[in-house]
């Protein structure tokens, strides 16, 4: 959604590298092309205003004026302002010290008010709380179906004692004050942990709608009140929030369809004006685009600074820790990459969501926008495709696959011939360099890295890849300049010549006797000493 805003950004900052010195005029152009970059995102105009006068306040001041690299230090200021517009700190949910908590969502109708109670209960319930939902939206054409279906997706129970209505020709039945009421007994009586209440919304803000909403949390005593809002509705955001936050008084804010196109002002907007936080964000349909909205976290995403805790923290939730320690075992064991294992690893990745959005959140993202916007995430499944045509032995031992092996494959996973080829010729490349790395030979071909040099590799300076005759320019050992690890050297090398005049031999055995199991090599290795 902050694409555009991102982009214009970027390249503002880019115009003050390189400056040793700021001028004035430096910093009023740079104001102004964030002033027109944060207008065109549909931010509100006030909190433009105030945001622009604090950043030309603190770049025209010694902070940047008496810094070693001044472009860098006015990307500092512009970040701080972002992650306080935000809503400065990472707010979470606070729980009633005697259960159970009771959430209440309010907003308007299409905000994905619905939608989100699933997300929602999903979440707490993955974190080890037991939620039940209660549905209150009685006016909205099935808008209990609707969350019973969310509930049921998201393995949590629906209290729905009323069916709603199934058209807009039908007249509501039940009341909604009496069904919160009754919701909220009833996880008392089962036992829930946390009651999330779904209330109706309307098509604009009016009277009856508040009233509804301000009677249903006085009747239950909500401990949170979370105002659901679209992103992509623009500067009218601001005039919602404002009314809720009089008709309700919420004590959060929840952005939906943040994965949509539009310029997304509204998220840095509405925290500013109503002084409430974002506590989470919606990026899509699936029950996991879902997550708690960091301020900071967002305006580096924002600046085009990546997210690496996020990504780290999805990957501790969705990877599979044994399935990780095996892949560590079999690396540290110099074992053979295989297909199947290449199979397991990428069906690791897909659970942590789109792969998409995954490389959006690393640093430098915006300089690749155009291929990530081309890259389609079924690729994916028609690799996997690929794999799963295979038989499992072609999957262990790839170098079997001749061309009516590969034929066959790609009947069997409707693609093209080429396309086995190229993921064999791809995946072949990737096991050398994964057995190179686990040798402790480094990334093949990288200069200054161990291995980049080698005589004999591809890539290896000077030597063309060609190997060297046989005992001639061989090199000793350079000294470390390490001191402790240099008196290790010597000491190795002073056992090995003491063991050399012992028998001749730099094992300190005759040939016959040699042993390799005596050496605890990793397994496998002892192909390279027959």
């Given at each position: 959604?902050?694409?555009?805003?991102?982009?214009?950004?970027?390249?503002?900052?880019?115009?003050?590298?390189?400056?040793?010195?700021?001028?004035?005029?430096?910093?009023?152009?740079?104001?102004?092309?964030?002033?027109?970059?944060?207008?065109?995102?549909?931010?509100?105009?006030?909190?433009?205003?105030?945001?622009?006068?604090?950043?030309?306040?603190?770049?025209?001041?010694?902070?940047?004026?008496?810094?070693?690299?001044?472009?860098?230090?006015?990307?500092?200021?512009?970040n701080e302002e972002l992650v306080g517009i935000l809503g400065g700190q990472t707010r979470t949910l606070e729980f009633a010290k005697q259960p159970p908590t009771i959430i209440m969502l309010a907003g308007l109708q299409g905000a994905g008010k619905t939608t989100l109670a699933g997300k929602l209960a999903a979440h707490l319930k993955n974190?080890?709380?037991?939620?039940?939902?209660?549905?209150?939206?009685?006016?909205?054409?099935?808008?209990?179906?609707?969350?019973?279906?969310?509930?049921?997706?998201?393995?949590?129970?629906?209290?729905?004692?009323?069916?709603?209505?199934?058209?807009?020709?039908?007249?509501?039945?039940?009341?909604?004050?009496?069904?919160?009421?009754?919701?909220?007994?009833?996880?008392?009586?089962?036992?829930?942990?946390?009651?999330?209440?779904?209330?109706?919304?309307?098509?604009?803000?009016?009277?009856?709608?508040?009233?509804?909403?301000?009677?249903?949390?006085?009747?239950?005593?909500?401990?949170?009140?979370?105002?659901?809002?679209?992103?992509?509705?623009?500067?009218?955001?601001?005039?919602?929030?404002?009314?809720?936050?009089?008709?309700?008084?919420?004590?959060?804010?929840?952005?939906?369809?943040?994965?949509?196109?539009?310029?997304?002002?509204?998220?840095?907007?509405?925290?500013?004006?109503?002084?409430?936080?974002?506590?989470?964000?919606?990026?899509?349909?699936?029950?996991?685009?879902?997550?708690?909205?960091?301020?900071?976290?967002?305006?580096?995403?924002?600046?085009?600074?990546?997210?690496?805790?996020?990504?780290?923290?999805?990957?501790?939730?969705?990877?599979?820790?044994?399935?990780?320690?095996?892949?560590?075992?079999?690396?540290?064991?110099?074992?053979?990459?295989?297909?199947?294992?290449?199979?397991?690893?990428?069906?690791?990745?897909?659970?942590?969501?789109?792969?998409?959005?995954?490389?959006?959140?690393?640093?430098?993202?915006?300089?690749?926008?155009?291929?990530?916007?081309?890259?389609?995430?079924?690729?994916?499944?028609?690799?996997?495709?690929?794999?799963?045509?295979?038989?499992?032995?072609?999957?262990?031992?790839?170098?079997?696959?001749?061309?009516?092996?590969?034929?066959?494959?790609?009947?069997?996973?409707?693609?093209?011939?080429?396309?086995?080829?190229?993921?064999?010729?791809?995946?072949?490349?990737?096991?050398?360099?994964?057995?190179?790395?686990?040798?402790?030979?480094?990334?093949?071909?990288?200069?200054?890295?161990?291995?980049?040099?080698?005589?004999?590799?591809?890539?290896?300076?000077?030597?063309?890849?060609?190997?060297?005759?046989?005992?001639?320019?061989?090199?000793?050992?350079?000294?470390?300049?390490?001191?402790?690890?240099?008196?290790?050297?010597?000491?190795?090398?002073?056992?090995?010549?003491?063991?050399?005049?012992?028998?001749?031999?730099?094992?300190?055995?005759?040939?016959?006797?040699?042993?390799?199991?005596?050496?605890?090599?990793?397994?496998?290795?002892?192909?390279?000493?027959?």
């Open positions: 959604m902050f694409n555009s805003l991102s982009d214009r950004l970027t390249a503002t900052f880019k115009n003050l590298r390189g400056k040793g010195k700021l001028t004035e005029a430096d910093i009023d152009g740079t104001a102004r092309e964030i002033r027109r970059a944060l207008l065109d995102a549909d931010v509100a105009v006030p909190v433009v205003r105030e945001f622009i006068a604090r950043i030309k306040a603190r770049a025209l001041g010694s902070e940047v004026s008496q810094a070693l690299n001044p472009g860098q230090q006015v990307v500092k200021i512009v974190q080890g709380h037991t939620p039940v939902l209660v549905a209150c939206d009685l006016q909205r054409p099935n808008a209990v179906k609707q969350l019973q279906v969310g509930g049921e997706r998201a393995g949590v129970p629906v209290y729905a004692p009323h069916p709603g209505v199934s058209s807009e020709a039908e007249v509501p039945t039940g009341n909604p004050v009496t069904v919160a009421r009754d919701g909220v007994a009833h996880a008392k009586e089962k036992l829930h942990d946390v009651v999330i209440i779904d209330t109706a919304g309307r098509l604009g803000v009016d009277q009856e709608l508040m009233t509804q909403a301000a009677d249903i949390k006085a009747a239950v005593g909500a401990h949170e009140t979370l105002f659901v809002i679209d992103a992509m509705i623009g500067q009218d955001a601001v005039n919602t929030a404002q009314a809720f936050n009089e008709g309700v008084d919420f004590t959060g804010v929840v952005l939906t369809k943040l994965d949509g196109d539009a310029r997304g002002g509204a998220a840095l907007s509405v925290a500013s004006v109503t002084g409430k936080p974002v506590m989470y964000a919606s990026t899509g349909e699936g029950l996991k685009d879902f997550e708690v909205f960091h301020p900071d976290r967002m305006a580096r995403r924002i600046l085009d600074m990546g997210d690496i805790l996020s990504l780290i923290e999805q990957a501790e939730a969705n990877w599979d820790r044994a399935e990780a320690e095996k892949m560590a075992k079999k690396f540290a064991d110099q074992e053979d990459f295989t297909l199947e294992d290449f199979r397991a690893q990428m069906q690791q990745i897909k659970k942590m969501g789109s792969m998409k959005k995954l490389l959006g959140m690393m640093p430098g993202a915006a300089g690749m926008r155009q291929q990530l916007e081309q890259f389609d995430d079924s690729q994916l499944d028609r690799v996997e495709a690929i794999i799963n045509s295979m038989t499992p032995h072609e999957r262990n031992a790839p170098k079997i696959i001749n061309g009516s092996r590969r034929a066959r494959i790609a009947k069997g996973s409707g693609v093209h011939v080429s396309e086995v080829n190229q993921l064999l010729e791809r995946f072949g490349q990737a096991a050398k360099m994964m057995k190179k790395m686990a040798s402790g030979g480094g990334m093949p071909g990288m200069p200054g890295m161990p291995g980049g040099a080698m005589p004999g590799m591809p890539g290896a300076g000077g030597h063309g890849g060609k190997k060297k005759a046989k005992g001639k320019g061989k090199k000793q050992k350079g000294k470390s300049g390490n001191p402790a690890k240099a008196a290790q050297q010597a000491r190795e090398a002073e056992l090995q010549r003491s063991q050399k005049r012992m028998d001749g031999s730099s094992f300190g055995a005759g040939k016959n006797d040699f042993n390799p199991e005596e050496l605890n090599l990793p397994s496998g290795f002892e192909k390279y000493l027959k």
